[in-house]
């Protein structure tokens, strides 16, 4: 009677120590998956970050030059302040 207690009672203990088993391997994994992510992003942000400097040196560049680059820039402002807007209005009219 106590030997099938115990033999009840350790294949419950197997059952759950293989489900916790079963877990932390799962955990494990996405661990690693989530770190692969992240390390991807960081490559990503230092890319970006190499681009948003590079073109902060030459937009530097363009304003110290002399007034005709000055007027250059300010069209190309304008323009693409002006594209932004005309670009929100039409997806705001897709969307409706």
């Given amino acids: 009677m106590l030997d099938t207690e115990n033999k009840r009672l350790a294949e419950n203990l197997a059952t759950k120590v293989s489900r916790l ?3 932390a391997y799962d955990i494990d994994r996405e661990a690693d998956d989530q770190n692969e992510y992240l390390d ?3 490559s990503n942000f230092l890319s970006a970050t190499g681009l948003l400097s590079g073109s902060v040196k030459r937009f ?3 304003v110290r ?3 005709d ?11 693409l302040v002006l594209v932004f807007f ?3 209005y039409l997806v705001s009219r897709i969307q409706r």
């Fill in 65 to 67: 030059s002399g007034r």
């Fill in 21 to 23: 088993k079963s877990l």
């Fill in 40 to 42: 991807s992003m960081d």
């Fill in 60 to 62: 530097s560049t363009m």
């Fill in 69 to 79: 680059n000055r007027r250059i820039l300010c069209y190309v402002s304008v323009g």
């Fill in 86 to 88: 005309l670009l929100y």
